[in-house]
């Protein structure tokens, strides 16, 4: 009998984005034979903003200024790392949970390590990733004070992205092509404060930062780096006086919000100030927008 086999990431980066989102019902409103037109399933989008390159086999979601390939798409909208959206493809591609692929010899784990493997980390220098946080609106002396640079590789291959440290010693990375981390793991800022504020992700809690322009709020704080963290969280959350939930505009926040609202005896949805935005950095960026750079200066990671 074969080996189980795991393919690479260049390997899995073939398989059609077009197929495997019309796998997932999600189809293009505009199909040009070469490139497609969707709605991004990465957020509320009643103009269709994401574009699909059939031929080069990238997408680009210009309302969220991100992109890249199949593995960054669906770490994206599983909300995962690069290892489990490559585990997930696989299963996808090959239609069992485990199929041999000839000339691969990694063996596949159901509890693989993450795919990221972190080179260094140092303070936010480098002038792209600054770039890509004023693009977001972000506050650079309230970056550099809670983020790091961070060098990491996958499959070989080093990038760098703004990183932002988990409990569990992990990185949540973010750069204008790339969502992941490298494990899966809420974050928390504990002091002797009755107040507790709850974010969603860590690019909600530096949009919070900026528009209190104040680095160091006198409160608790929560980020959850992803709603299924939710659970872990609320022991913590629930002990305080007072909570303050900026969750997301979308169905998984509204969900998150509620179930916080059971747990905590006395819980302030801000959510209502940033609507119809989906999240509070799209609120942030409509109150500080920033001109788009052209695209043939935009420097790869």
């Known amino acids: 009998m074969k080996e189980k086999q795991l393919m690479d990431a260049k390997a899995i980066n073939t398989f059609p984005i077009r197929e495997y989102l019309a796998a997932r019902g999600i189809r293009p409103e505009k199909d040009k034979g070469y490139y497609g037109l969707y709605h991004s399933p990465l957020r509320e989008d009643h103009t269709p903003s994401m574009k699909v390159d059939y031929d ?4 680009i979601d210009y309302g969220a200024g991100e992109g890249g390939t199949l593995i960054d798409l669906v770490m994206r909208m ?3 790392d690069a290892g489990e959206a490559m585990r997930q493809l696989e299963q996808r591609i090959s239609g069992t949970p485990s199929f041999s692929f000839h ?3 990694n063996p596949v784990s159901p509890h693989r390590e993450s795919a990221i493997a972190i080179e260094k980390v140092r303070p936010l220098e480098s002038f792209a990733l600054l770039d890509y946080l004023t693009e977001r609106g972000i506050d650079l002396a309230a970056a550099r004070a809670h983020c790091s640079e961070v060098h990491y590789y996958v499959v070989d291959k080093s990038y760098f992205a703004v990183g932002f440290r988990n409990d569990a010693g992990g990185w949540e990375l973010r750069n204008r092509y790339f969502k992941g ?3 899966k793991a809420l974050t928390t800022r504990r002091g002797d404060y009755p107040t507790c504020l709850v974010f969603e992700g ?3 809690y530096l949009s919070f930062l900026t528009l209190k322009h104040n680095s160091t709020p006198p409160h608790n704080i929560v980020v959850l780096n992803s709603v299924t963290n939710l659970a872990k969280a609320v022991p913590f959350i629930a002990s305080h006086e007072q909570v303050y939930a900026y969750l997301d505009n979308d169905e998984a926040g509204r ?7 059971e747990a905590c005896r006395n819980l302030s949805d801000q959510s209502i100030h940033y609507r119809p935005h989906n999240d509070l950095n799209d609120y942030l960026r409509s109150r500080r927008p920033v001109k788009e750079h052209r695209r043939s200066r935009v420097r790869k990671f």
């Open 202 to 204: 860590f690019m909600d």
């Open 78 to 80: 599983e909300r995962c």
């Open 103 to 105: 000339g691969y010899s």
């Open 255 to 261: 969900k998150a919000t509620s179930e916080l609202k």
């Open 56 to 59: 080069k086999n990238l997408w």
């Open 181 to 183: 981390c490298t494990s």
